[in-house]
């Protein structure tokens, strides 16, 4: 249970009921793929090679961040001398090694959620602070590519989560309103960047420690992206 029952099963927001759905973005870490886990892991073996420990609030706060906000994050926590540069790119090479080793961890629901919006015409995409090449290997490895018209990487675009950037040049590429726009998110950096951006989200808590405040945000929540079908289902009916 990932402390979802502090919330309503489903927590509506009557007046974005109504919003048309154009798009869907979605975060790929911890919402398309079971990749959090992974990340994790590889950090603290870097660091510890290193002689550093990563604390566990450390690498909760840096989910679904930018490298920049990543970066800011572990020097205030670790200390200024800390070789985020390097570790940082030998994380990532270790990630894709091991990435390119075994298969990708698909998260339940996910075949459904893009089949539910390409039988409506709802064009979807990735917007994820990893590297565009990470993206590209996952979706290519998992089979999903074809069903996403763009991806958007954080490597792009200024600011990243908590930052609305990365959903709105989405928005813009599109030429969507936000707010018919919809986001799939896992993060409470992720929430954040969707509520300030004005895009409705649903929240499919995976191992991120989501605070209450802000998961009242998401339009919904819910266990597994099969039960978010469930909830858009039940939209239309209304």
Same mark, same amino acid.
């Given at each position: 249970?990932?402390?979802?029952?502090?919330?309503?099963?489903?927590?509506?927001?009557?007046?974005?009921?109504?919003?048309?759905?154009?798009?869907?973005?979605?975060?790929?870490?911890?919402?398309?793929?079971?990749?959090?886990?992974?990340?994790?892991?590889?950090?603290?073996?870097?660091?510890?090679?290193?002689?550093?420990?990563?604390?566990?609030?450390?690498?909760?706060?840096?989910?679904?961040?930018?490298?920049?906000?990543?970066?800011?994050?572990?020097?205030?926590?670790?200390?200024?001398?800390?070789?985020?540069?390097?570790?940082?790119?030998?994380?990532?090479?270790?990630?894709?090694?091991?990435?390119?080793?075994?298969?990708?961890?698909?998260?339940?629901?996910?075949?459904?959620?893009?089949?539910?919006?390409?039988?409506?015409? @709802?064009?979807?995409? +990735? #917007?994820?602070?990893?590297?565009? /090449?990470?993206?590209?290997?996952?979706?290519?490895?998992?089979? =999903? %590519?074809?069903?996403?018209?763009?991806?958007?990487?954080?490597?792009?675009?200024?600011?990243?989560?908590?930052?609305?950037?990365?959903?709105?040049?989405?928005?813009?590429?599109?030429?969507?309103?936000?707010?018919?726009?919809?986001?799939?998110?896992?993060?409470?950096?992720?929430?954040?960047?969707?509520?300030?951006?004005?895009?409705?989200?649903?929240?499919?808590?995976?191992?991120?420690? @989501?605070?209450?405040? +802000? #998961?009242?945000?998401?339009?919904? /929540?819910?266990?597994?992206?099969?039960?978010?079908?469930?909830? =858009? %289902?039940?939209?239309?009916?209304?």
């Amino acid at each position: 249970n990932h402390g979802s029952g502090l919330y309503n099963k489903y927590t509506i927001k009557k007046e974005r009921r109504c919003g048309v759905r154009k798009l869907f973005i979605f975060d790929m870490d911890g919402t398309l793929f079971d990749t959090e886990p992974i990340s994790a892991q590889i950090w603290k073996e870097v660091a510890k090679e290193k002689g550093y420990t990563i604390p566990e609030g450390v690498l909760q706060g840096v989910i679904g961040m930018s490298y920049a906000g990543g970066k800011e994050v572990f020097l205030q926590e670790i200390g200024e001398d800390f070789p985020f540069e390097s570790l940082c790119a030998e994380k990532i090479r270790r990630q894709n090694e091991w990435y390119n080793a075994h298969p990708v961890p698909v998260k339940p629901g996910v075949k459904e959620i893009l089949n539910h919006a390409k039988r409506r015409g @709802i064009p979807c995409a +990735v #917007a994820s602070s990893s590297p565009l /090449i990470q993206i590209e290997i996952l979706l290519n490895k998992t089979g =999903l %590519r074809e069903y996403f018209s763009y991806l958007q990487s954080g490597e792009t675009v200024k600011r990243g989560k908590p930052y609305p950037d990365i959903f709105l040049a989405v928005c813009r590429h599109f030429d969507v309103k936000p707010q018919d726009a919809l986001v799939f998110e896992d993060s409470e950096n992720g929430l954040k960047a969707a509520e300030t951006g004005g895009i409705p989200a649903i929240l499919v808590p995976d191992l991120a420690v @989501i605070g209450e405040s +802000v #998961a009242y945000k998401a339009l919904y /929540i819910c266990d597994s992206l099969i039960e978010a079908v469930q909830c =858009l %289902r039940e939209e239309e009916i209304q």
